[in-house]
């Protein structure tokens, strides 16, 4: 148990819309990463918070891609409008404590038609 | 510049076979980490194991062992009498951090099936 609880597991949505995927680190270190895994690009980090502050965004492939987290318990990517270039599996990770590894959610698959 | 290669793009095995991984990484850090992670079909990933670049003991757990050679920038993970749970994609990854933070690379992963 990685103790993250990602949402949606899948979701399909149409180009243009907004996608809003969740994360919910369930206890552990304040840090947080989020994750694309494509099958060209393979996993790449996209944004990480320490203490509920973006510490790093440079993986953040666009403007269309915002992250925030407004609490320890919460953070949510989005994506405005989507594409379908978009279409990947989105990893959310935390650490257990201040120098354990990073634990993966189980991740939402996401498809953009 | 940081780099990790795995160059098995698949494995197949029969049951009860043994399977080694490689995992040959780049890195210019004299500290540095070097990571396992597994996915299954279920498509999560899981964390397997963190080595320090100090620390060259090769480690075993059950049936999983790893082996890090400094000299030859290698951290290869063999697997003793493998199991159809085995089956799932193996990464291997490469950080100046111990928890990952801010460079995490991951190598492009072997695929293992494991046929009963």
């Known amino acids: 148990d990685a103790g993250v609880i990602q949402s949606p597991r899948h979701e399909v949505t149409e180009m243009g819309q907004e996608v809003t995927l969740r994360c919910k680190p369930i206890s552990g270190h304040n840090s947080l990463f989020w994750y694309r895994q494509t099958m060209m690009r393979g996993l790449e980090l996209l944004i990480y918070f320490n203490n509920n502050v973006p510490i790093d965004d440079s993986g953040m492939p666009e403007d269309r891609f915002s992250a925030k987290m407004p609490n320890a318990s919460f953070s949510t990517l989005k994506i405005q409008p989507s594409e379908p270039r978009d279409s990947a599996v989105y990893f959310c990770a935390r650490l257990r404590g201040p120098r354990q590894p990073q634990h993966f959610g189980d991740g939402t698959r996401l498809s953009i038609l | 510049a940081q780099k990790v290669t795995q160059a098995q793009t698949e494995i197949s095995v029969v049951e009860k076979e043994d399977v080694t991984l490689d995992c040959v990484y780049e890195?210019?850090?004299?500290?540095?980490?070097l990571f396992w992670y597994k996915q299954p079909p279920s498509g999560e990933l899981v964390f397997l194991i963190r080595r320090n670049s100090f620390d060259e003991q090769n480690e075993i757990s059950g049936r999983y062992s790893w082996n890090f050679q400094k000299s030859t920038s290698s951290f290869n993970f063999t697997i003793t009498a493998s199991q159809v749970v085995d089956s799932a994609v193996y990464f291997c990854a490469l950080s100046a951090d111990q928890t990952g933070a801010n460079n995490l690379f991951f190598g492009t992963g072997t695929r293992l099936t494991v046929i009963p």
């Open positions: 890195t210019r850090d004299t500290t540095y980490y």
